[in-house]
């Protein structure tokens, strides 16, 4: 690229709002515009320096040090690639989001880089008072999604065990989209009945049944231009999933009383903890709903897949529940909760959390405190269900502890045959085959 082209460029860069850098195949950074000095600079001289010594304090570029280099594989395409990194700022380490796209030269032939940064204010590194935390593998490869999805209108299904945060994840995506400025309606799925999620949803006409006497708004016309978020769509009856259905598929709806026909403009989340899968096969969840709602799916790790943002998560909990500010954890105690096992997820260990800072006096959090805040069937809870039918003393072999478990099950399960294959995973035929008979 001839010398007065490359100013050229250089000039143009320093005008922009956004974060950006000129880098060579060699990763040299060769100019930085007063946008990235401010974020991500600190004072410090910029040129000449490479780009994963500035942004990760590494000393070999990022693909060689276990990470994703968009450079790299921006080099290889000859496109333009965007990874989601934890990059060192002076406010500490944040989630940025770089975008790397080739400069070509007047021959055509890729000859510089331009990398842009956005950092992230849906998700920290570090305990905060609200929204996401995390930096763990499991966590990053789900937040890059939600990042990717967020400004389109596709769907997204949420998919997760129960207590993993995916509200959270849902107003992460709408923060995140061009829809930001517009409302965020959350509808709890669980337990509707029939005139309930049309009143609920719908809104109704005055004097469209006794006691209805003004017009409600419903939460679809309330989340006009916004995101609508349907938690525990996997809890929905057969008969409302066709509501939901004919919503989804023509855009409009109608007042319950009501005779005109409206529109209907909003971006839909979904999340469940149920197999939808498994649903559709069983036909208890309408395979056309499934496959509306199920535009883009993002699994929600559990905590057991995300073990080394528990210190994290408990700092940034402790702060939100504790009614005295400033409180720590000590190592010990940190140390303590990241080898547990929650299987109520994030929910379990804010309630856990919440308990030791009620018993604990002191300004430091110790292991003891965090003990006596447990369930005292937890272990028992973590391992096998502690029912005093089903305990296991010594080893059995798998087909054994498969029927103990099954008798155990069915002994306690309050709920039909459909539900509780959904539960244990398996068609319900299969489910049959396995149960204890007489």
Known sequence: MATHALEEL?????????????????????????????EFGGGDVLVGRRCYEVSHHFQVPCDQAGESCPLRRSLESAESQTVLHLHHTPRGEEHVLVETAPVRDENGKVAYFVETMH?????????????????????????????????????????????????????????????????????????????????????YEKGAFTGATYRKAGLVE??????????????????LQVKLLRLLETGTYRRVGGLEWLPADFRLVCATHRNLKEMVRNEVFRRDLYFR????????????????????????????????????????????????????????????????????????????????????????????????DFRISSPVSLNELERRY?????????????????????SGRTLYRKLPKG
Request: proline share 5%.
């Open 10 to 38: 250089i000039s143009f860069l320093e005008g922009l709002p956004e974060p950006r850098i000129l880098m060579d195949a060699d990763y040299r950074i060769m100019a930085a515009n007063a946008a990235y000095h401010r």
């Open 119 to 203: 950092t992230l204010r849906q998700a920290s590194t570090r305990p905060v008072a609200q929204g996401l935390v995390g930096r763990s593998p499991a966590f990053m490869g789900m937040l890059e999604r939600v990042l990717r999805v967020a400004k389109s209108n596709a769907s997204v299904l949420l998919l997760g065990e129960t207590g993993t945060g995916k509200e959270l994840i849902a107003h992460a995506i709408h923060e995140a989209s061009d829809r930001a400025e517009r409302p965020f309606v959350a509808v709890d799925c669980a337990g509707m009945t029939e005139t309930l999620f049309e009143a609920e949803l719908f809104g």
């Open 222 to 239: 309330v989340a006009a231009g916004g995101t609508l978020f349907l938690d525990e769509i996997g809890e929905l009856p057969l008969a």
């Open 293 to 388: 709602i199920n535009a883009f799916p993002i699994h929600v790790p559990a905590l057991h897949e995300r073990p080394e943002d528990i210190p994290l998560l408990a700092e940034s909990l402790l702060a939100r529940v504790d009614r005295r500010s400033g409180r720590r954890f000590t190592p010990a105690a940190l140390s303590w909760l990241a080898g547990r096992r929650f299987t109520g997820n994030i929910r379990e260990l804010r309630n856990l959390i919440e308990r030791a800072s009620l018993l604990a006096d002191a300004e430091r959090l110790d292991v003891g405190h965090v003990r006596a805040g447990a369930d005292d069937d937890d272990e028992d809870m973590a391992a096998l269900p502690g029912d005093k």
């Open 406 to 426: 099954l008798a155990w099950v069915t002994a306690n399960w309050q709920g039909g045959h459909d539900e509780l294959s959904m539960t244990l995973g398996v």
